[in-house]
């Protein structure tokens, strides 16, 4: 049976006519049958899309944003085909059926189903726009509807998937295809189990590549970057960082799950549990080596730093008499819960507990509500976490500095985490 697979190409790598081409170059250089190209949307439209929900949702004029979105892409095309090329069709199709499920009043009622059904336009046009290239270019691929892939529960804008029928659907629908042809498909999407799309959550498409992966028994799978690989931190803030040749599954799982940006934080555990190897490669040098992750415990361990802004302190502590027990944490747990916040630091004492979470859009008023019956509340903004996994001493005297104030800092073997003002961040 064939052995798919894996390619994923982000919003950079497709973010205009030249990056398409450099892309369609690539992948013509590395064709096989067995090839799955997952793709997200070109640039920055899912950002753009995002304003564009919100004002259709507040029922304010969008047409503006939505003009400017479609001229983006249809520029992109008037440089990738001929004048009478069916894509030009096809792309204001989309952008007529997008218009009508934001002009669609019933949907407004619940903004996580109005949101995912608007949101993966991006993926459906970017799509067709690389296949459309590469078949006229000579090379012949097939597009694929994710959504008749990747099943998912209802969770709107963070659906859950059903492994086992995404697998079943995968074989069933993909394979036949693959053993004739590459197939390119959206990354992000799915589709829950009344037929209606859902989204995995923002930049998830690196997370619709392992689930292919797992679903289709893949070989590999690459994720290409505008970055040479996986670097110990990320190159914007900590220009000297170096590069990982390969990197133990676990590592990478970590440093995802503490904020790194590079990948999807689901993306690892899956490829790990099946023992797929990921490549993370520089679409900009296809040929450089980049970074392979995989079962590689047994590598020397590198300090690896992430650092993750726009965080709050929220300080609960106990109104009655009573020392911080089970009771709390459960009252703790049931309000983040409701609030939807997810922790990223913990730390209690005697009298309170200290959460570190992402300051995403949230209601003061609400955060009080939720937790004032049992305690005092105070939220601190405008906070960045540092996580420093495989630490040094001579890290935590940089970040735990006389001349900062350290709002929280937690240190075990391996692992320091410190909590700075964003202001006062080295
Ligand atoms: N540890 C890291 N190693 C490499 N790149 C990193 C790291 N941390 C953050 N980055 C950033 O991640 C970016 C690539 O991820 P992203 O822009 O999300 O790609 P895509 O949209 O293609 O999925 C790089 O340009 C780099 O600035
Ligand atoms: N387009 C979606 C999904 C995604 O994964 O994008 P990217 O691969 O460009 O990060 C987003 O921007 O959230």
Not at 287 to 296: E, H, L, N, R
Not at 332 to 347: E, H, P, Q, V
Request: hydrophobic share 40%; with cysteine.
């Amino acid at each position: 049976m064939i052995q798919p697979l894996i390619f994923k190409f982000g919003g950079a790598s497709i973010k205009d006519a030249d990056a398409i081409k450099n892309i369609a170059h690539l992948v013509k250089n590395r064709w096989s049958n067995g090839l799955v190209i997952v793709i997200s949307a070109a640039g920055d439209t899912t950002d753009t899309l995002e304003k564009i929900i919100q004002l259709a949702s507040e029922g304010k004029n969008y047409t503006p944003e939505w003009t400017r979105l479609l001229g983006y892409h249809l520029e992109i095309c008037n440089d990738l085909f001929e004048k009478q090329h069916g894509i030009f069709e096809r792309v204001t199709n989309h952008f007529s059926i997008l218009k009508r499920t934001l002009d669609t009043a019933s949907f407004k009622n619940d903004a996580g189903y109005f949101y995912d059904q608007a949101v993966g336009f991006g993926e459906l046009i970017s799509t067709r726009i690389v296949q459309e290239l590469l078949c006229a270019e000579g090379f012949y691929c097939l597009w694929q509807d994710a959504r008749e892939l990747v099943a998912t529960d209802s969770s709107h804008k963070m659906a859950r998937v059903d492994w086992a029928l995404t697998m079943q659907q995968c074989r069933r629908i993909v394979i036949p295809k693959l053993e004739k042809y590459p197939v390119i498909t959206q990354g992000f999407i799915g589709q829950d189990l009344l037929g209606n799309t859902t989204t995995l959550g923002r930049e998830g498409s690196d997370f619709t590549a392992a689930i292919l992966a797992v679903s289709l028994g893949a070989k590999s799978v690459t994720i290409w970057k505008d970055v040479e690989g996986i670097l110990n931190g990320d190159p914007d803030l900590f220009p000297d960082a170096v590069k990982f040749d390969h990197l133990d599954f676990e590592e990478a799982a970590e440093m995802t799950y503490y904020g790194a940006k590079v990948i999807h934080p689901k993306t690892i555990k899956p490829l790990a549990k099946h023992r797929i190897p990921l490549f993370v490669k520089s679409f900009l040098k296809p040929d450089a080596p980049g970074t392979v992750i995989g079962p590689f415990p047994d590598d020397p361990k590198l300090p690896i730093t992430v650092v993750k802004n726009r965080q709050l302190l929220l300080t609960l502590r106990i109104r009655d008499l009573s020392m911080v027990g089970g009771f709390h944490f459960e009252y703790l747990y049931s309000g983040m819960k409701k609030l939807k916040w997810n922790i990223n630091l913990l730390a209690a004492s005697a009298s309170n507990i200290k959460v570190v979470a992402d300051a995403v859009a949230y209601d003061e008023n609400l955060v009080q509500k939720t937790f004032r019956d049992i305690f005092h509340v105070t939220l601190k903004k405008e906070l960045t976490l540092i996580t420093v996994k495989n630490y040094r001493e001579e890290h935590y005297q940089t970040y735990v500095h006389p001349n900062r104030q350290v709002w929280l800092e937690q240190k075990s073997e391996n692992l320091l985490q410190v909590v700075l003002e964003e202001s006062q961040v080295p």
